[in-house]
């Protein structure tokens, strides 16, 4: 699966950016048998996991990012989606999506996400 994510930029804390990954070379078969998610990286942390929504449609959130980020998938448009609101500094990093499916990954490039204070 070929990921591309766009959505990134500069935003002041307290607002909102909207993130989407898109898969257009995957045919839609193959696409809904994928769980997809968000993952995001730091200066000198570890990349984490933000949010990921199953192929059934499930989300699950890291708990700093629960209430206030929300995780959406178009199967018909095969893409997710990532709306983030409310951001705080600490969401600064650059973000990921993610196609999972067993034990094979796929990853976009990343996008970068800056929040200023």
């Known amino acids: 699966v070929q990921l591309q994510a766009s959505g990134g930029g500069l935003v002041q804390a307290g607002g909102s950016l909207r993130l989407s990954c898109r898969a257009p070379?995957?045919?839609?078969?193959?696409?809904?048998?994928?769980?997809m998610g968000w993952y995001r990286q730091a200066p000198g942390k570890e990349r984490e996991l933000v949010a990921s929504?199953?192929?059934?449609?499930?989300?699950n959130y890291a708990s700093s990012v629960k209430g206030r980020f929300t995780i959406s998938r178009d199967n018909s448009r095969k893409t997710v989606s990532l709306q983030m609101n409310n951001l705080k500094p600490d969401d600064t990093a650059v973000y990921y999506c993610?196609?999972?499916?067993?034990?094979?990954?796929?990853w976009g490039q990343g996008t970068l996400v800056t929040v200023s204070s």
């Open positions: 070379r995957t045919i839609f078969s193959v696409y809904i048998t994928h769980d």
């Open positions: 993610n196609a999972k499916q067993g034990l094979s990954a796929s």
């Open positions: 929504i199953s192929a059934s449609g499930s989300p």
